[in-house]
């Protein structure tokens, strides 16, 4: 009689650890792989920044007034960059909501990988993406006229905090994505994330604004990211008495790690009951 044995999925800390990194770059692999297939998306994603760039900065830029004086076009760019990153939230969604509504999560969850490698593949991949759009997004600034005056460690600050703000947000995009079971559910998300970018300081400085709205502004955390990153980039725009606009830095770390201390575990959660 032969015997057939079954290979067990480690026990020790190290093996589950190598065997979690593995699975969550097959899963990130295989995200990566459906973007290229669907092109179209990526571009469609890339769109409403792109024609924002074009709109706001050409169109309706010379009627702008920026405070403190300074080229429209220079202030708008790190208010996309931010933008951008804000609407990433909603491809995080509408991919998590395509995989559960199909049954293809609920596959993954009965395949013998790493449990968290499902959600973790998803906010690598999205991560990837996030960094593409942003060197898209700088390509076309460029080509308007927008420079990054500052030095290069600001710059590099300047990204790190945009991609903090899109990894902290990929995490409500999970959670949501997790709890809607339709694609119907998904198409109210656009209009529901709208005036959260928008109401912020992404076109105009909130200085401008009415002080009831101008304080909800400054109270947004994309608003406290794209202010730092106007500081770091040295681009106009600069300014506010509040609290809140003179620490547009701190802010612009805090509030991406509370909304991952809040988000993170409520997806994890809510992967692990998912057909509860």
């Not at 706001?56 to 990153?85: H, I, K, N, Q, W």
């Not at 499902?118 to 898209?136: E, H, K, Q, T």
Request: glycine share 10%.
């Amino acid at each position: 009689m032969t015997t057939l044995s079954v290979k067990q999925p480690p026990t020790d800390l190290a093996g589950r650890l190598s065997r979690a990194v593995l699975d969550s770059a097959t899963m990130t692999r295989r995200n990566l792989i459906y973007w290229l297939r669907s092109p179209d998306e990526v571009v469609g994603g890339l769109a409403f920044p792109i024609v924002s760039v074009l709109l706001f900065g050409f169109v309706f830029g010379s009627a702008m007034t920026v405070p403190g004086g300074g080229d429209y076009r220079e202030f708008l760019m790190p208010g996309l960059f931010g933008m951008t990153m804000v609407f990433g939230l909603v491809v995080t969604a509408t991919a998590m909501v395509s995989d559960t509504s199909r049954g293809v999560t609920d596959r993954f969850r009965s395949m013998p990988i790493a449990p968290s490698a499902v959600v973790a593949g998803r906010s690598l991949a999205d991560m990837i993406r996030a960094c593409a759009d942003l060197a898209a997004l700088i390509g076309c600034g460029l080509l308007v006229g927008w420079r990054a005056r500052g030095g290069v460690l600001e710059f590099a600050a300047a990204l790190g905090l945009l991609l903090l703000l899109r990894f902290a947000l990929i995490w409500v995009g999970i959670y949501i994505g997790l709890l809607l079971r339709s694609q119907e559910g998904v198409s109210v998300l656009f209009p529901m994330v709208l005036p959260f970018a928008m109401i912020a300081n992404t076109f105009v400085s909130p200085t401008m604004m009415p002080n009831w709205l101008g304080f909800i502004a400054d109270l947004n955390p994309m608003s406290a990211t794209v202010a730092a990153i106007r500081e770091l980039f040295g681009n106009p725009g600069l300014g506010g008495e509040t609290w809140l606009a003179q620490n547009a830095i701190l802010l612009a770390a805090a509030w991406p790690l509370a909304i991952i201390a809040i988000f993170f575990p409520l997806s994890v959660h809510r992967y692990r009951h998912l057909s509860r």
